[in-house]
């Protein structure tokens, strides 16, 4: 039970940090001008593609927890194959994205404790599933967590 208690706690805390980042950003929309509207508009696009990628791979064994999905299958397909959470690179940039254009200190202070709270959920989640897939453990030594490898997958020099 502990599980989901945690589960849902950081859960809770990454779509409240959202929410703050989201509503700065809202609020900011009644500036006249936004300095770097160009780059964070492209921050938010690649967010989203990362998002889009993603969900296609984990469709089977997608849920908002990060506690397995009973009867999923271990993903390590798609951009899976480069980076373990790449739903959390996508919370981020997005996050990025609507922090720059609210451009205040809430909304970077929220974005930097969504990306501690994503980092805790992420390293939880690794935790969760080398307990439930006995291939998590090389995949997860072997693939990057948030950013993936430059130059194509960790695993391609991986002889094991």
């Known amino acids: 039970m502990r599980k989901r208690s945690k589960a849902r706690t950081l859960v809770t805390a990454q779509f409240t940090l959202l929410g703050v980042i989201g509503i700065s950003a809202l609020v900011a929309m009644k500036r006249a001008t936004h ?3 160009a780059f964070e508009s492209f921050v938010i696009l690649c ?7 993603a969900w296609k791979a984990l469709r089977p064994s997608l849920q908002i927890s990060p506690i397995p999905k009973d009867g999923a299958i271990f993903i390590s ?5 480069y980076v373990r959470h790449p739903m959390y690179l996508s919370v981020i940039l997005i996050g990025i994205g609507m922090a720059g254009y609210a451009d205040n200190s809430v909304a970077w202070i929220s974005e930097l404790g969504l990306i501690l709270v994503l980092n805790v959920k992420a390293t939880f989640e690794d935790g ?6 006995p291939e998590a453990w090389h995949y997860q030594r072997h693939t990057s967590k948030v950013l993936p490898c430059l130059g194509g997958s960790c695993r391609d020099k991986c002889f094991n």
């Open 35 to 37: 300095t770097y509207i």
């Open 47 to 53: 967010g989203t593609l990362v998002l889009l990628f």
């Open 77 to 81: 397909r798609g951009i899976y194959k």
């Open 128 to 133: 969760l599933l080398r307990e439930k897939y």
